[in-house]
């Protein structure tokens, strides 16, 4: 009975780490150990319009237990002093699931 516990409890705890909840317009390939990408955010980009301004905005999470951060696109604005934001990326960093962080990242003026 314990080990069947035991598989039960590592195939739970395999699925979660497996399942991408990550939903944008372009998710790169994922790595089982390590990743690192920027996609954009916005696949309806009007042109090549980027602006002069560049303002991030991120959240992390340690083993799933713990989040933080505020990854909006307006907190990612505000820090680059954008008023109107012509385009959007993310950039995913992620080790063996162990530490993550998503960063938005705007342009605009």
């Known amino acids: 009975m314990a080990r069947v516990v035991a598989v039960a409890v590592t195939w739970c705890f395999a699925v979660v780490l497996m399942s991408g909840c990550m939903v944008a317009p372009v998710v790169p390939p994922a790595g089982g150990i390590y990743n690192s990408w920027k996609a954009p955010l916005n696949y309806e980009q009007q042109g090549n319009q980027f602006g002069l301004r560049t303002g991030t905005a ?19 604005a505000a820090s680059g002093g954008i ?6 990326d993310y950039e995913y960093y992620n080790v063996i699931g162990i530490y993550q962080r998503y960063t938005t990242i705007v ?3």
């Open 58 to 76: 991120s959240t992390g999470s340690i083993l799933g237990l713990v989040a933080w951060g505020d990854g909006s696109i307006r907190a990612a």
């Open 83 to 88: 008023t109107k934001v012509n385009n959007a």
């Open 107 to 109: 342009y605009g003026e």
